[in-house]
């Protein structure tokens, strides 16, 4: 609606969005913890928070800030057509990856992560961050379409870039100088800490990446523990390393997952030890549900995946992300953050109308990402916002609503 310059929206917003300085006292809340609210804005900026008469609350539609994918491949995504991975298991998702990497140009790569990022607005994300392989002849090029992609979205989306290589990489001349071009370009260094692994080379090149990634001051997202077997064994050898190290960058794990195997006590004790190292973790449940654990033929309460609500109980940031997207490694997905919620409800427990079961997906995700702006709804925050044609959590979740968004103050057509 408009009155002038002044538009203005009378929605429902989730309790534990709302900006802890805003009086929205007397405010309508359903059993889901949405509160009926007129938000208005002016030139991109909410403006006023009104209350709202109880009468109308059956009504109105969901609005929450536009969400963030913090863990994606968009240089191999839709790739599953080309290199399908029918047994679903890790090993063979690693050989398609690899024969995909053959028939590589900056085209195929632009074209899809252009897919990508066109689904991303379309279904409410203003943040992506992705892996990115920068491994073998496929590399430059594979880079130089998504740093284009970058600069072509900033605007809309913003788009973090980490390389993925194999963790020793970062110890030779050619890594020294990708790790360069990153810290200047706001990128991440990557790789992957997964068992079987060489103990004492993993700690010797874990320890040479995080001397170098903190002399660039450049954040550090890995792959880490995304096993079945050997649970956490990734994790303790980097809380091993960074007890020996001085660091003050950032420093994501992505996976954790055979963390979720130790016994209660362990995972107690390692998530306070991440919490006292500032170790974010990224819970990735669709591609952990989907390709671990197959071997042993795990029943569901033997899966593999990061003990979130532990982890979030010792004061470690956690998003959720969604992984791959219709390649080797995951058959479907469409960057939905929307549908990743309804997913990780059963997968992982996480309730929406709980303030630890959103944050994930909005401020935790926002704050281990380093956006500006936390997603939290207030005077004074941007006018970004996903509007779903849905007047509950449950109708939200059920199935993925039509939606609108909303971004710098303006209505999106699709791009
Ligand atoms: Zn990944």
Redesign the pocket.
């Given at each position: 609606m408009n009155d002038g310059e002044n538009k203005y929206l009378e929605v429902l917003i989730p309790r534990g969005l709302i900006g802890s300085g805003n009086a929205v006292f007397g405010t309508p809340i359903t059993v889901e913890g949405l509160c009926s609210l007129r938000i208005g804005w002016r030139e991109g900026l909410i403006t006023s928070l009104e209350t709202i008469p109880k009468e109308s609350a059956s009504s109105l539609k969901l609005l929450l800030p536009r969400l963030v994918e913090p863990?994606a491949?968009l240089d191999k995504a839709f790739t599953w057509r080309e290199v399908p991975n029918l047994k679903g298991r890790y090993q063979e998702a690693f050989e398609a990856n690899l024969q995909e990497h053959k028939n590589r140009t900056p085209h195929l790569v632009y074209e899809r992560a252009q897919r990508a990022l066109k689904l991303a607005l379309k279904n409410g994300i203003r943040a992506v961050r992705s892996?990115v392989d920068s491994f073998g002849t496929s590399s430059e090029l594979t880079w130089e379409a998504l740093l284009t992609l970058q600069d072509e979205w900033h605007s809309l989306i913003e788009l973090q870039l980490v390389a993925l290589v194999p963790l020793e990489f970062w110890t030779s001349k050619q890594g020294h100088s990708l790790a360069t071009r990153l810290a200047k370009s706001g990128g991440l260094m990557g790789g992957v800490l997964n068992p079987p692994m060489d103990r004492e080379g993993s700690r010797s090149s874990l320890m040479h990446m995080l001397k170098l990634a903190n002399e660039l001051g450049c954040g550090i997202d890995l792959?880490i523990d995304e096993s079945e077997t050997q649970p956490a064994e990734g994790l303790n050898l980097l809380i091993e390393v960074l007890d020996q190290s001085e660091t003050n960058i950032p420093i994501t794990c992505?996976h954790a997952s055979s963390m979720g195997l130790l016994p209660l006590n362990k995972i107690r004790r390692l998530a306070d030890r991440l919490a006292q190292h500032s170790v974010n973790v990224i819970a990735?449940p669709l591609?952990n549900f989907w390709l671990l654990g197959r071997e042993a033929r795990r029943t569901p309460v033997q899966r593999p995946l990061a003990p979130i609500f532990h982890l979030q109980r010792a004061g470690v940031t956690v998003a959720v992300g969604g992984?791959?997207v219709q390649d080797p490694w995951f058959p479907a997905g469409g960057f939905d953050p929307i549908s990743l919620m309804a997913l990780s409800m059963p997968l992982a427990q996480l309730a929406p109308w709980d303030r630890l079961g959103l944050a994930p997906f909005t401020t935790s995700a926002s704050a281990l990402m380093d956006l500006e702006w936390d997603g939290t709804i207030q005077i004074g925050s941007p006018v970004d916002f996903v509007l779903l044609e849905a007047s509950s959590w449950s109708e939200a979740l059920s199935t993925p609503p039509l939606r609108t968004i909303i971004a710098n103050g303006e209505w999106i057509d699709e791009k």
């Open positions: 863990h491949h892996h792959h992505s990735l591609t992984d791959n």
